[in-house]
């Protein structure tokens, strides 16, 4: 829990949380790859590489590659992008004397939670370079508080305890400072300060806000973790410290850390694209496996993220039958719409998997009357015919600036992964 911890406080946003990853993995010993070169891998190897910043691959072989056998690809899939508040190409706004930055909402959060919170940018910038097509990439954490959204006061708005709408264009733009109309821009001196630029040299950015507010434990026996991006974040972590722990018999055991889940996964770093497709290829190419399409068909992956515990003050929300907890284990999500593809062949390999493993699992559906959410599962199968389960680590105030999730299911899903792997 402690190092999830430091994962979390460490990554502010998907590019920093694919540079947490592989820290890790090259302290573990795994070599990097690229995707654009041919790969030379051997039995027992651990690798890495990343696709675009914000997506990150690794996989570990068996020490007997002549043991290999179905199912061949052993995969763990979860994703690094979480719901925030993305800053536009052109952020500078002043208004009544303040100085504001323009925002675009990015997946699905609840607003409100992002109100009067102390929130910092973290992310990308591109600087010029000699080679157009390959300018120069910066990562950038103010870490310090910089903007704050804050609400209209409940006397000018008597009915705000009864709910409110509030406007992404009107109501969530975050003020950094004073301004008056000859004021630069405030966002483009931190970051020529932060990078050591002119500010000629910075030529876009794709910076994100996140909450300054520390990860902490709470309860009255500290059996909670209360703290951002738990979605997905605690997903990823489990299966990156599951493959650091694997040890192969008979299958190549990989993690994969997607991005733009929240909007949709249509990107060469989602799981929308053939990226992790060709991350298969080039594995079997390298281990000169010559049926790739039977291999994909008998390979297998968990679809890691975070699923809905029952809310202890809104049970009517929930599935009349099937509860979830937390500290109850890991969440096996079922649709019959197919938001979750799991099937009843799959899913019961992953319960007798957590079942060899010590671990008690659940089951969640949503209400039969409601609409849920849905996560990398479906994408990927509409790509890889592989057989899929789709699960997750219970977590309460889904998708809002802090979530709530038992510390027990870290170590429980954790678990459950390294006897996935090792089996």
Known sequence: MKDFIRFLEESPVCFYTVRALCKRFEAAGFSALSLYEDWQIEAGGKYYLTVGDSACFAFVLPEDLSQIKAPVYRMIGA???????????????R????????????????????????????GRVVLKSEDVFNPQVCYVDLKKPVLVIPNLAIHMNHEVNKGVALDPQTDLLPIGGFASGEDGSLLMEALC????????DILDFDLFTYTTEPPCLAGFKEEFLSAPHLDDLVMVHTAAAALLEAKPQTGVDIFCGFDHEEVGSRSRMG????????????????????????????????SGDVAHATHPNHPERHDPVLTTKLGGGPVIKIAAAQSYVTQSEDYVVYEQICKKAGVPVQKFTNRSNARGGSTIGPIIAGRIPCRIVDMGIPILAMHSARELMAVKDYDLTKQSFITFYNE
Request: with cysteine.
């Open 79 to 93: 994703h690094t992008d979480q719901p925030c508040l993305r800053v536009k190409p052109t952020p500078d706004m």
């Open 95 to 122: 208004q009544n004397g303040y100085y504001k930055l323009n925002i675009e909402v990015y997946g699905g959060p609840i607003y409100a939670t992002w109100m009067d919170r102390p929130l910092s940018l973290a």
């Open 193 to 200: 300060a932060e990078l050591q630029v002119q500010a000629e």
């Open 271 to 302: 799981a929308g694209s053939d990226t992790l497709h060709i991350v298969l290829e080039k594995i079997s190419k390298a281990l000169g496996r010559t049926h790739l399409t039977e291999d994909l068909l008998q390979s297998f992956l968990i």
